[in-house]
Structure formats: C-alpha cells, structure tokens
C-alpha cells in the first residue's frame, strides 16, 4: 500500500517506520520533523509512574507499549550507522515524596501498581540516598520502580529520520492545509501538491482536528475540534557542573506539596527538568512554571543549585477528556493517531503496530495476533466521544 503519515513528532516518525517495515511505499509529511512537542518532551518510559486510578485501561496500554521498547529500538538500531545513539537508557526510576500529603498519595500509587500486578518496591529513604546520593535530607518516602527506563526524544527523533532517510522514505518539509477522503485518499500540501495514497494517517498532534474536521463533519465522524486541548507545559535543561554529573543515575520523579515534578539524567551531564501542566492559550514560558520547577526540583535534590541552564522551553500536548489517545478510521481511507497527551514518547511503539493492525484490518489482511491487539486497544476508539455514531462500527 501507498501511505501518506502525515506529522513527523515520535508518533509519525515510529509509525513511518513500522509501516515502511511491513513493506508499505511510506510518505512522511511534515514543515519542522521532529520539532513540535517531541522536541520538549521528557521520554519517561514510565507505566508505573504514570499509573493513575480510574485509567486501569490506559495503565495497560503504557505497560504493552514499555515492553515493546526494547524490540522496537534494536530494530531501527540495526538500519543506522555503527555509534549512532537511539537514547534509550533503561536504568530504572525512583519516586519521591516531599511531605506528608505527598507520601500519603504516593502509598496510594504503590498500592494501586501492586493492584495491577506492576513492579514497584517501597523503600527507606536511607536506601534511596543510596542509590542517588544527591537526593535532599527531608523526603518523606521513596519507591523504586525498577522497570520505568527513558529514552531522550531527540537523540530517537533522529535516529528515526536517519534510518527512514537510509530506507529510502520520502519526507516531505512541508505543511498538510486538506485531507481528503473516498476512493483516493489524498491530502494538499501548503505549496500546493497533492500527495494520494491507499491510506492517510494523521499523526500531527493538536493539528489533526483541523485536518480532519471537514472530511468527518460530510461522513458524520468524530469532531476532533470537540475533544483534543492543548495541554502546555515548561520544560527546563540543566547542565550538571562536572563533579555532579556522574552522581544522578536514575530518573527523579516526585511530588512536592502535591505538585509533580521530576529529573532526568540524560548521560552526558544534561539533566531535563519538568513538567508543569496548565491548559491555557499561552504559547510562551511562563516564570511561575519556571519558578515552581526550579524550587520543587531543589527541594528533591538541592544540588540542582549548583546546575546550569541550557534552555526553557514549552510545547502544547494533545489531550483528551479521558487522557486515552485517538488511534483508528474516522473517515474511509483516513486514520488518527493523536490525543496522546503526556504519553507520546511511551505508546509510541504501541501507537506504531495500532495503525499497522488497523490498515490490514480495513485491507483485509489480519494477522493472527492483531484482534488480541486492537482489543487492548479498543479504548483508543476516537469516536468514542462522538454521539452521532454512538452504537456504530468504525469504518
């Protein structure tokens, strides 16, 4: 099949591949690859850390992909040049709480990961200084979660290009103004070509709303405009001074009077600190976000006082009511895969092998495992918001 992808984040970049390995003729389509959220994002491989009660199906879905990883990147490792770095690091991730409150909502989180059958052990704080000694004297509580490992978006985000780039894949540096669906799907770009194609998939985040709106509007599909919110967030890279460097290993997560923060030390000294979350239609950094990081990440490891800053950034993430993505048919020919919110980087792999399921589903071509696959995935169903197919089937 002839298949037009069009945004280049993680998620268009992993489903590129994953569909050029299945031996589709893949274009990519896209202004700035690799340069919207992906460009901010942490890379927290983290099911455990990003449980939460009320989403059992979503946890499910974090922890299939999280298993997925290590396949996925010695995959596109083999199709790069000898060295070139994919920035997965799977040196597990501690969870620390700050005060009382917080070590009372992190007992929660350890007792609903123990629920789901997910790998977390509760230790002292004196055997979490231990394995970080940077870590402050006052933290209330500390778990380890030996399973949650990082990727660093960028160093990924370029490897994918380049083994795509290797393989041969077109990759458009253009901007996608009209999808289009029927019999020859197809989408028009800024400078005005057209790009036809068996299948279309929108993976360009926030963006596919306004992509996709007319053609699901004439067919009676699912609004996107009505269900994806741009979730912003501040983003701070520190560098380590070099007697500090080497001393933080694993990934920091915590909560601090309640608010989430955490540290993630990408190797080289680099260390990325976030993330605030505020819904809102402020594009810029704000100093309140910066401001709270800064003091919350102190307040976990006070020798963040010692580091220096790189860059402040903020990018919008696609959210949805329920915080599930949207992956599937909305129109004939036309796939969604957006509405992956703060677990972009995490589902990508599973997002990946999603879209492929469902494009030999609609070709009839089904796999034997692929009806075990899109069940798990059926809460991704993106007319799962729309009453006006309520009770219907996909298309």
């Known amino acids: 099949m002839r298949i037009i992808v069009v945004g280049a984040g993680i998620i268009g970049l992993a489903t590129a591949w994953r569909l050029?390995?299945?031996?589709?003729?893949?274009?990519?389509?896209?202004?700035?690859?690799?340069?919207?959220?992906?460009?901010?994002?942490?890379?927290m491989l983290t099911p455990v850390g990003e449980a939460f009660h009320g989403e059992d199906d979503l946890t499910a879905l974090l922890l299939a992909s999280s298993q997925r990883y290590p396949e996925f990147v010695a995959d596109v490792a083999a199709h790069l040049p000898e060295g070139t770095p994919t920035g997965y690091v799977t040196s597990g991730?501690?969870?620390?709480?700050a005060d009382a409150a917080d070590r009372g909502h992190l007992a929660d989180l350890h007792a609903l990961c123990l629920r789901l059958g997910l790998r977390i052990e509760a230790l002292t704080t004196r055997e979490a200084r231990r394995l970080e000694p940077l870590l402050g004297p006052r933290l209330t509580c500390a778990f380890l979660a030996p399973d949650d490992h990082q990727v660093d978006p960028r160093l990924l985000a370029a490897a994918l290009l380049t083994a795509l780039r290797g393989a041969g894949v077109?990759?458009?540096?253009?901007?996608?103004?009209?999808v289009r669906a029927g019999g020859r799907p197809h989408v028009v770009t800024a400078s005005g070509e057209t790009l036809d194609g068996d299948a279309v998939v929108v993976a360009a985040g926030l963006g596919a709303a306004d992509l996709t709106h007319d053609l699901t509007h004439d067919l009676g599909g699912p609004d996107l405009r009505g269900v994806l919110r741009p979730v912003h967030g501040e983003v701070i890279r520190l560098i380590a001074p070099p007697h500090l460097a080497s001393h933080l290993t694993h990934t920091v997560r915590g909560l601090v009077e309640g608010r989430p923060v955490y540290l993630i030390p990408r190797?080289?000294?680099?260390?990325?600190?976030?993330?605030?979350?505020?819904?809102?239609?402020e594009r810029r950094v704000l100093a309140g976000g910066v401001h709270d990081l800064l003091v919350d990440a102190v307040r976990l490891v006070p020798a963040v006082r010692e580091f220096a800053v790189e860059e402040v950034l903020a990018r919008a993430r696609p959210g949805t009511p329920d915080n599930a993505p949207l992956v599937g048919?909305?129109?004939?020919?036309v796939l969604v895969a957006t509405g992956l919110f703060r677990h972009g980087i995490l589902l990508a792999p599973l997002t990946a092998d999603l879209v492929a399921a469902h494009l030999r589903r609609l070709a009839g071509a089904d796999r034997p495992d692929d009806a075990d696959l899109l069940a798990l995935a059926a809460p991704t169903d993106p007319h799962r918001f729309s009453r006006s197919t309520a009770g219907k089937d996909t298309p």
Request: glycine share 18%.
């Open 20 to 43: 050029h390995r299945d031996g589709h003729e893949v274009t990519l389509l896209d202004p700035a690859p690799a340069g919207g959220a992906t460009h901010a994002a942490g890379g």
């Open 267 to 281: 190797g080289d000294g680099r260390v990325l600190l976030g993330a605030t979350a505020r819904e809102d239609d």
């Open 170 to 178: 077109r990759i458009v540096e253009d901007a996608a103004t009209r």
């Open 93 to 97: 991730t501690l969870i620390c709480g």
């Open 329 to 333: 048919p909305v129109a004939p020919g």
